[in-house]
Structure formats: C-alpha cells, structure tokens
C-alpha cells in the first residue's frame, strides 16, 4: 500500500496551463479506470474533480481535464485562476477494495 | 442537499479508544459504499478504511488493520469507525466520504483525533 508518486509543486501564471502527474504501478493506476482527482483548499475538505481518470463531476469547469497512460495519471488545469491555487491530490483503486491517495502536489498561482 | 457530518474526535490518550461517526442526510446511505480517509497536521491524504453497501464486506489500511473496525447502521443513515490502540501517529482530521464511480464525491468537513498523553 505505497502511495501514489506526485511532485510536491507546480506553478503557472494566470491564464497557463499546469500539469500534474501521478505515478503509480500495475496494481493501481495502471490496473483500473478508477483514478480520481482532488483538490483542496486550506482548511477544508478535499473536492472531487476528476473520476474515472477523465470524467468530471457536474459544477467541475472544463478547465479541468484527465488522462492516463500507463501506470501515470495526469491532471491539467488550463487557464489557470487565481482561486486554482490549492492542494491536489490523486487517489485509484487498488484491488481487493483497498485504494490509495497520491503524495499531493501544491499548485502555486504566479 | 447531500451532507455527511462527522463527529466524535478528541483528545485520547495513547492506547486508548474513540468512535467516530458519520451522519449522512440527503441520500440513502444503503445506496452507497463508504470511506474513511485522515490527514495528519500539514500531511496529505490516506485511505484508512472502506466499507459496502449492507457492511458484510470491509477493508482496511495496513496501518489500522487489527485496531480500526469500520461499520454502519443504514436504518439509523451513520457510519462509524472504532479506533481501538490509538497511537500517537493516529493524530488526524478523520473524514467520511461517500464513494461513486470509485471515487468520493461527498466529504464531511472532518472530525479531529489527537491522540497524546
């Protein structure tokens, strides 16, 4: 049950674009369609953005988008605003109903 | 409105035990498989514990596995966690979240754990 690997920052200027990734193994990411998004502002509870590796839940702007390629997920946030600025985590199914959350990337608006 | 309202939390000593609660309104919980995550001060997220729809079928972190017990009562819409043998490291916010897709799509606001002498 090791977690998921994320870098610990990213950074963009208002109006770029950001990537994060989220490597995991063939247990995990790369075994299942369940890798799902999260992002949290300080103090409060995480937020679901992503499911299913690529799906967004209703409110979710379109600025928000995921991908997967083998054992790595990524999330990207075009246009970056300023209320973007947060914690992200990834999490994906583990088999035998254990999942498991990624390290968490701060994403720092310039 | 969808809402799941943790309480319970507080200070315990180490080795000691503390229940929390989840109650969920706005939905039937029945309908839903269940998690518990914590997040230690200024730490990320970690799956802890996942339970199905009618509680026959749990799962549970390494770290909890033989301490935590994860349960529900549908008839009463409340899930629960048993925390049993706290240790220091157990300190965390604990959050319900209802799953869908895999994912957690509702998250309670937290209930605090410190677990210290």
């Known amino acids: 049950q090791s977690a998921l690997t994320q870098p610990p920052s990213a950074s963009g200027s208002p109006g770029q674009s950001v990537t994060i990734s989220c490597t995991g193994t063939?247990?995990?990411?790369?075994?299942?369609?369940?890798v799902s998004w999260y992002q949290q502002h300080p103090g409060k509870a995480p937020k679901l953005m992503i499911y299913?590796?690529?799906k967004r839940p209703s409110g979710v702007p379109d600025r928000f988008s995921g991908s997967k390629s083998g054992n790595t997920a990524s999330l990207t946030v075009s246009g970056l605003q300023a209320e973007d600025e947060a914690d992200y985590y990834c999490?994906?199914?583990?088999?035998?109903?254990?999942?498991?959350f990624g390290t968490g990337t701060k994403v720092t608006v310039l | 409105e969808v809402q799941v309202v943790e309480s319970g939390g507080g200070l315990v000593q180490p080795g000691g035990s503390l229940r929390l609660s989840c109650a969920a309104s706005?939905?039937?919980?029945?309908?839903?498989?269940m998690h518990w995550v914590r997040q230690a001060p200024g730490k990320g997220l970690v799956w802890v514990s996942r339970?199905?729809?009618?509680?026959?079928?749990?799962a549970y972190a390494d770290s909890v596995k033989g301490r935590f017990t994860i349960s529900r009562d549908n008839a009463k819409n409340t899930l629960f966690l048993q925390m049993d043998s706290l240790r220091a490291e157990d300190t965390a916010v604990y959050y319900c979240?209802?799953?869908?897709?895999?994912?957690?799509?509702?998250w309670g606001q937290g209930t605090l754990v410190t677990v210290s002498s």
């Open positions: 979240a209802r799953e869908t897709y895999a994912s957690s799509d509702y």
């Open positions: 706005g939905f039937t919980l029945s309908s839903y498989w």
């Open positions: 339970i199905n729809r009618d509680g026959t079928t749990t």
């Open positions: 063939s247990s995990d990411v790369g075994g299942y369609n369940s």
């Open positions: 299913e590796g690529s």
């Open positions: 999490s994906s199914y583990a088999g035998s109903n254990f999942f498991v």
